[in-house]
């Protein structure tokens, strides 16, 4: 990096905001759990829009790529460099919460707040977000409205996209806009909320968002269900999600993943000693959550159902216990080096589409270990697939991808294209919208800085 360009970079947030010793700088450059990371030319570290202005107008004044990052826990390699030239911008500095409005329940927040400190921060006053995920401790509101994340409540609240009403962004040349009043009807033009969530930081740094909140359900209780088929397990979740008792999450794990769960994290499989076959067959995670008695509807509704008789309820902490079955996969995984897909099938087409696409995989690879889990409503299957062989690795992603579209599901679900997908884009999005696209991309960011190498290549 240029010393003029670092000089306008301190200027802007402070000479202690720009990190550029490679031993401190390679933290960000790596994706998360993995272990191939690039070095950037500076990381630059802005605590408000301003300066984040300010930031932008310097790179692009140098002509300096810029890869924007918030929590560092994406799947698909969206916020971390490329090369050494890169400069990244991490909002780790904006993660204040402003007050909070509690008539139209809605809060204000920095980019940089982690979905865990706006949870802590908000549960005393009894509110939420609706929208939960196992990276919760680290991942920003920022990361999680630019890859519109999803996570286990999706089925029932939506995806970021409908959390999020209002945003403060800074374009690539370092113009602010903000729309951030919160007024729900509101057409006076393009939405950048529409515009900025789901677009993985290529079109604008988003610094600040308005939510909207829910009331805290505060009696949760949690059920893990070994079912015969994944379809048995659908079947019970369509009909849980179908009553009025609130059905929060359905999520599944197959054994192979959790075998890999227990053995990694130490964990005693979920059925003790009980039919040891249960271990063998795919596991259904129900949660629901009620003003008071949860576990007793959850008990009510599972009793309607023989199929779930050996169903395990707990509530309150020990329900948070089942869920180590199904969110330690992230810590189990990254012990291992894997292909990682991130899907999603039609419901109506969910069952017969993973069991094609394990057999695709291992047609494609050979002796693999595939480890399959996900949303289970949301037809979102998180496919693993441990033991590839390096000059394989392409042919089974593409094997597992085409048999993917070919049952008429997305290869990108909720983690997004990033660079990891890129070459993908075109099989599941048309000539058409893909120039669409990049329109609207040549408009906000014309000189290509923001993100490169992201979404399109
Ligand atoms: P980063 O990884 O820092 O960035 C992700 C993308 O967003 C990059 O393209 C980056 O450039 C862009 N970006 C980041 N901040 C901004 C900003 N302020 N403005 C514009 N662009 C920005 N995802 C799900 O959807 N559902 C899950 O259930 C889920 N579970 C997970 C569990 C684990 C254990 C892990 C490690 C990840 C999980 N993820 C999940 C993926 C990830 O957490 C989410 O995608 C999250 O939204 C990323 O947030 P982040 O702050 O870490 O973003
Ligand atoms: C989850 O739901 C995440 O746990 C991560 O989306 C998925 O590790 C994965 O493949
Ligand atoms: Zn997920």
């Not at 959850?298 to 216990?321: D, F, Q, T």
Request: net charge negative; charged share 25%; aromatic share 4%.
């Amino acid at each position: 990096m240029s010393e003029s360009l670092n000089r306008e970079l301190a200027e802007a947030v402070g000479a202690e905001h720009v990190l550029v010793d490679p031993e401190v700088t390679i933290g960000y450059g790596t994706p998360w759990a993995a272990v191939d990371g690039v070095a950037p030319a500076a990381v630059v570290r802005p605590g408000n829009a301003a300066e984040a202005a300010a930031v932008l107008r310097a790179c692009a004044g140098h002509g300096a790529r810029v890869v924007l990052q918030g929590g560092n826990t994406g799947m698909v390699r969206g916020g971390v460099p490329a090369s050494s030239a890169e400069v990244v911008l991490s909002t780790a500095r904006m993660g204040a919460i402003e007050d909070v409005d509690r008539e139209s329940l809605q809060v204000v927040a920095g980019a940089g707040t982690t979905l865990e400190a706006l949870q802590a921060r908000l549960e005393p006053e009894g509110l939420e977000l609706a929208l939960d995920l196992g990276a919760r401790s680290q991942a920003t509101l920022g990361g999680m409205a630019a890859t519109n994340a999803g996570g286990a409540r999706a089925f029932r609240h939506g995806t970021m996209r409908r959390h999020v009403v209002g945003v403060e962004a800074v374009l690539a040349d370092g113009t602010v806009i903000e729309r951030l009043g919160g007024v729900l009807k509101d057409s006076t033009g393009y939405d950048w909320p529409s515009v900025l969530v789901g677009s993985e930081g290529t079109l604008a740094l988003i610094t600040r968002l308005r939510l909207r909140l829910r009331r805290i359900e505060r009696s949760r209780a949690a059920a893990l269900v070994p079912v015969d088929s994944l379809a048995q397990g659908l079947a019970l979740a369509v009909a849980l999600r179908d009553r009025p008792a609130g059905l929060e999450a359905a999520e599944f794990v197959l054994p192979g993943t959790l075998r890999l769960v227990c053995d990694e994290l130490d964990l005693r499989p979920p059925f003790g000693d009980r039919e040891p076959a249960d271990r063998e067959r795919p596991l259904v995670l129900l949660e629901a959550r009620a003003a008071q008695g949860a576990y007793d509807l959850l008990a009510e509704a599972l009793a309607e159902h023989p199929e779930a008789e050996r169903a395990v309820l707990a509530e309150g902490a020990e329900a948070l216990g089942l869920w180590r079955y199904r969110e330690g996969t992230g810590e189990a995984l990254a012990r291992h080096r894997v292909v990682k897909l991130d899907v999603a099938l039609p419901l109506a087409r969910l069952a017969e589409g993973v069991a094609a696409t394990e057999r695709a995989a291992l047609d494609a690879a050979g002796p693999i270990h595939p480890y399959l889990f996900g949303h289970l409503l949301d037809g979102n299957v998180h496919i693993n697939l441990g033991d590839v062989p390096d000059d394989r690795r392409a042919a089974v992603e593409r094997a597992v991808l085409e048999t993917v579209l070919a049952h008429g599901g997305s290869i990108g679900a909720e983690h997004g294209i990033g660079r990891a997908k890129v070459a993908w884009l075109a099989a599941d999005r048309s000539p058409a919208d893909i120039a669409a696209m990049r329109s609207l991309k040549q408009a906000l960011d014309p000189q290509a800085l923001l993100n490169p190498g992201v979404l399109f290549d």
